[in-house]
Nanobody, 123 residues
Framework: QVQLVESGGGLVQAGGSLRLSCVAS????????MGWFRQAPGKEREFVASISLSGGTTYYVDSVKGRFTISRDNAKNTAYLQMNSLKPEDTAVYYC????????????????WGQGTQVTVSS
């Protein structure tokens, strides 16, 4: 059973940056797509970004395009989310997830989830 652990969340001022990490254990992230999701208080969980095995295919929700970058290091069994130019509306619990497909542009293929890391952006 794959276990995912996120880290890197915290409190940051608007315009700042954070880098989230997601380390897998008990299984590998290869050859599957990895994704990041977020859930703000009172809102449904939202797809943020995903990346294919090779990193050649990425998807982003429109609200983070140009600000967030998803990446992965298969040798380290780790996925990342670099978040720049953060806004208060980015405040949420961020979850990483592993899909059961090589490419994933929606939440449907994601089966393994981390516990989440809180990101708070102050104005």
């Amino acid at each position: 059973q794959v276990q995912l652990v996120e880290s890197g969340g915290g409190l940051v001022q608007a315009g700042g940056s954070l880098r989230l990490s997601c380390v897998a254990s008990g299984g590998t992230i290869s050859p599957y797509a990895m994704g990041w999701f977020r859930q703000a208080p009172g809102k449904e969980r939202e797809f943020v970004a995903s990346i294919s095995l090779s990193g050649g295919t990425t998807y982003y929700v429109d609200s983070v395009k140009g600000r967030f970058t998803i990446s992965r290091d298969n040798a380290k069994n780790t996925a990342y989310l670099q978040m720049n130019s953060l806004k208060p509306e980015d405040t949420a619990v961020y979850y990483c997830a592993r899909a059961i497909t090589i490419v994933a542009s929606t939440s449907a293929p994601f089966r393994y989830w981390g516990q989440g890391t809180q990101v708070t952006v102050s104005s």
